[in-house]
């Protein structure tokens, strides 16, 4: 009887969660006036180009026309953690350029070719321009020398704008981990590290990826359909006096990231949602081991980022 009556909150919270990121910013689509061209040539719910949902915030931290270079520790973070990011970011309207630069190949296990291979048949799918694998010793118990990462993210950056032909730093964007590194692997903080003294002593803009705490971590769609119904009804100001009046820390905090524009929020949809479940089950199918399941499936990685930038 308990499980039935679990089987039904999940049903309807599913059904909720489709209808606050798929139905509504379908039915409300707001109004952006870039690339119209484009958007009038999506067959697909009109949500394969833009989404009111995450457009706004990506537009104010101009993260549009830009290259962007996400860097990962092993083959499959991107698919198990960056997902929402990559499919949002790379959609044509945007015009970015994405670059996936992975650190180690995954090699712990003795897997490293198979994974490597994953991780180009992954990037094919996600829609993501350049792949590189560099050498460094896959091993949890291990942080990378944080030069030696700075030497290589200099190095391909330097790659990468003669292959594209420009030089100014304002057109790189980087994208990584942040001082936890989701799940506290040493191998992740130090990506993070080496990407945060970087962007320091440079001009290039860094985004990293914000490690949620294990409730919001396991929380599925819960917490994300939450947070965008409260920001579909705070559009109006009735419902937002009275969520103010609440006077309740999580949903001050969803308020903020609305209205400030310096940490950008991402949600997948309906479609992109199906994307990340099949770039994990399908292509890195050699780290389909039973916990991975849980992780698929209860995960809010797999359906929203939170990207704050490094300063
Ligand atoms: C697209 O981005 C590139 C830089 O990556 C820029 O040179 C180009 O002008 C942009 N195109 C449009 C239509 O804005
Ligand atoms: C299978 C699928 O849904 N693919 C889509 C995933 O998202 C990208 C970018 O948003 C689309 O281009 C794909 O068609």
């Not at 130090?190 to 705490?213: D, H, T």
């Not at 969803?254 to 949602?273: A, H, M, P």
């Amino acid at each position: 009887m308990g499980l039935l009556k679990i089987s039904y909150v999940v049903t309807l919270i599913s059904f909720l969660w489709v209808i606050l990121t798929t139905v509504l910013p379908n039915v409300f689509p707001g109004n952006f006036d870039f690339n119209k061209k484009l958007q009038d040539q999506d067959g697909y719910l009109n949500t394969a180009y833009y989404n009111s949902l995450n457009t706004p915030s990506i537009l104010n931290n101009k993260l549009i026309n830009s290259h962007i270079m996400l860097f990962t520790a092993h083959p499959d973070d991107e698919s198990m953690f960056f997902t929402p990011s990559i499919t949002e970011l790379t959609k044509e309207n945007y015009n970015n350029t994405f670059h996936l630069i992975c650190l180690s190949n995954g090699g712990y296990d003795g897997l490293g070719v198979i994974r490597e291979r994953e991780l180009f048949k992954a990037a094919k799918i996600l829609d993501i321009d350049s792949v590189k694998i560099l050498e460094y010793v896959d091993n949890i118990n291990q942080f990378w020398n944080t030069e030696d990462i700075i030497n290589s993210i200099t190095y391909e950056i330097n790659l990468i704008k003669e292959q594209y032909d420009f030089s100014d730093d304002n057109d790189i964007i980087l994208l990584t981990f942040d001082k936890d590194g989701v799940s506290n692997h040493p191998n992740h903080k130090s990506v993070f590290l080496a990407v945060e003294k970087f962007s320091k002593i440079s001009n290039v803009r860094s985004y990293s990826l914000k490690s949620w705490n294990i409730i919001l971590k396991y929380s599925g769609i819960l917490f994300s359909s939450i947070e965008i119904a409260v920001k579909w009804l705070c559009k109006c100001n009735h419902f937002r006096s009275i969520f103010t009046s609440l006077n309740i820390d999580y949903i001050l905090n969803i308020f903020d990231t609305e209205i400030q524009s310096d940490s950008v929020t991402i949600y997948s949809d309906l479609n992109s949602l199906f994307l990340n479940y099949s770039t994990m089950t399908w292509v890195h199918y050699s780290q389909i081991v039973w916990f991975r399941w849980i992780w698929i499936f209860t995960s809010k990685y797999m359906n929203s980022n939170e990207l704050v930038p490094i300063v």
